[in-house]
């Protein structure tokens, strides 16, 4: 079964904030939320992760609801060049094994 | 560093022939990985080693074998080519994960694209 639901597609325009949602209600104490992108079938890239405090680094902010059931990515200012297949994974940090789901296609737009 | 390189990068196959992917990582990383990523969907994990000389079974190991005889090189062995192994194959690998927190991203190599007709 899925850990993480995420919707299939999103477009968001050049310049703007990309706010990309990720579902994972049946979370463990001891799992992460990690997000790679997936360039046009280039090899996934590592972004993002977190336990429950949000998270920032230069490439996007994480942000975790209390309850850790759902979490945003946020792409504070989207390029063209982030166009790609964002994928939210939920693991323990131990064995670092990636379950990948189907992701978001995301389209940014000029 | 160049990373994760693999080889071929395109490669068409016979049903029931055999082949091997080739994997190097110049990171001196403990862990490797061996994923597939079919048209449309998320990878899979195939096999995977946490270090020299050990290897684990993935998520859909049937049809493939693996060997880690250095710390740098993690071979795909496909024994009897199907058109199910159609496919593009991700090599990815990580340093030791030390404990609760801490996380080692994997760095993954740019793929193989293999047919079997």
């Known amino acids: 079964d899925a850990k993480t639901t995420q919707p299939t597609s999103m477009d968001c325009a050049e310049g703007r904030a990309a706010n990309l949602p990720c579902n994972h209600s049946t979370i463990s104490g001891n799992e992460y939320v990690y997000w790679y992108r997936q360039i046009h079938s280039q090899g996934p890239q590592y972004i993002i992760h977190g336990l429950k405090n949000n998270e920032t680094n230069e490439m996007a902010s994480l942000i975790i609801t209390e309850d850790r059931k759902s979490s945003t990515l946020i792409l504070p200012h989207a390029t063209l060049r982030d166009t790609a297949v964002y994928y939210c994974i939920v693991e323990k940090a131990a064995g670092n094994k990636l379950t990948f789901g189907g992701g978001t296609r995301v389209l940014v737009k000029p | 560093n160049a990373g994760v390189t693999q080889t071929p990068k395109f490669r068409i196959l016979k049903i029931g022939q055999s082949m091997t992917l080739q994997c190097t990582q110049d990171m001196n990383h403990n862990y490797m990985y061996w994923y597939r990523q079919d048209p449309g969907m998320g990878l899979k994990l195939i096999y995977y080693?946490?270090?020299?000389?050990?290897?684990d079974k993935g998520e859909v190991p049937n049809g493939y074998n693996v060997s880690r005889s250095t710390t740098e090189d993690f071979p795909l062995r496909l024994e009897l080519a199907a058109p199910s192994q159609t496919s593009v194959y991700f090599c990815?690998?990580?340093?030791?994960?030390?404990?609760?927190?801490?996380?080692?991203?994997?760095?993954f190599g740019p793929g193989t694209r293999l047919t079997v007709l």
């Open positions: 080693s946490v270090g020299a000389g050990i290897t």
């Open positions: 990815a690998s990580s340093s030791f994960s030390t404990g609760r927190g801490t996380y080692n991203e994997q760095f």
